[in-house]
């Protein structure tokens, strides 16, 4: 699957997704994933910055609120609308484009760093994405990305529950198999069945890669790993949001920090 498809999968989602997530339906994103990768994420201030992959902008108006400059780019034209109506409402100095991050439209070294939240699994040519964040950081500049992780989120993944509806153990196969677009249809499980109606269940096309194959991309882009961690949604977190509560029995995301090195 080429980068035109991808950008069209996600332009029929955006609506939807837009709606639902702003409605509070994106659990793991708000209750577990985003908070701990801002907790990760290391001082901004002042820093220019680029968002890959913003969709909405959801997480892009987080970033500004910690007074970056930010730049935010997506490849479906609907987020992009969303997100500059929404920074038209509530400006945060926010520059939204439409860009794919195979061909990032910058200079070399335009940033001091560069964020993906939960978009580069479903990028296409991952390695010309890494090559493509490498140059247009500045030297020392940082690149920090949060995906499912790779051994424990592989193309199939079932939550195992006891009688209760406790998650007990999470069953997992196909870990090898490294996919290029599969379309995988779901929506945010909180939705209540009121507000589904005839909502069209997303269609998330994914490239799903092993660990091995992640570190090696990593490793060739020349950049440096720094940090690397796998959220667990705490006894609070998951008591109040018992959807997470997975992540207490293996994680569900991995987030990196990568270094552009000094020469």
């Known amino acids: 699957m080429q980068s035109a498809e991808v950008g069209a999968c996600w332009d029929a989602n955006a609506e939807n997704w837009t709606k639902f997530s702003r409605a509070g339906y994106d659990v793991y994103r708000d209750a577990l ?20 992959g913003c969709g909405e902008g959801s997480n892009t108006r987080l970033l500004a609120e910690r007074e970056a400059l930010m730049v935010a780019v997506d490849i479906a034209p609907t987020f992009i609308r969303h997100a500059e109506e929404q920074e038209a409402i509530d400006p945060r100095g926010i520059q939204y484009m439409l860009a794919d991050g195979r061909d990032l ?4 070294s335009a940033f001091d760093f560069v964020t993906a939240f939960m978009s580069l699994m479903d990028m296409p040519d991952q390695r010309r994405v890494l090559q493509q964040v490498f140059r247009v950081l ?14 424990f989120v592989p193309p199939y993944r079932k939550t195992l529950r006891d009688r209760d509806g406790n998650c007990r153990a999470v069953e997992v196969a196909d870990y ?9 249809t779901w929506l945010f499980s909180t939705i209540p069945p009121q507000e589904r109606g005839d909502a069209a269940p997303f269609r998330v096309p994914r490239f799903h890669r092993t660990l091995g194959s992640w570190m090696k991309m990593i490793i060739e882009s020349g ?13 609070e977190v998951a008591r109040q949001y018992p959807t997470v509560a997975d992540t207490r029995v293996v994680p569900m995301f991995l987030h990196i920090r990568l270094r552009k090195p000094c020469l």
């Open 138 to 151: 500045r030297v020392d500049g940082f690149f920090q990305f949060s995906i499912l992780h790779p051994c």
């Open 223 to 235: 950049f440096s790993i720094e940090e690397f961690r796998e959220p667990m949604a705490s006894d």
């Open 105 to 108: 439209p910058f200079d070399d």
């Open 33 to 52: 994933n985003t908070p701990a990768f801002l907790e990760m994420l290391p001082p901004i201030r002042a820093l220019r910055g680029l968002d890959l």
């Open 176 to 184: 090898f198999d490294e996919t290029d677009g599969r379309i995988e």
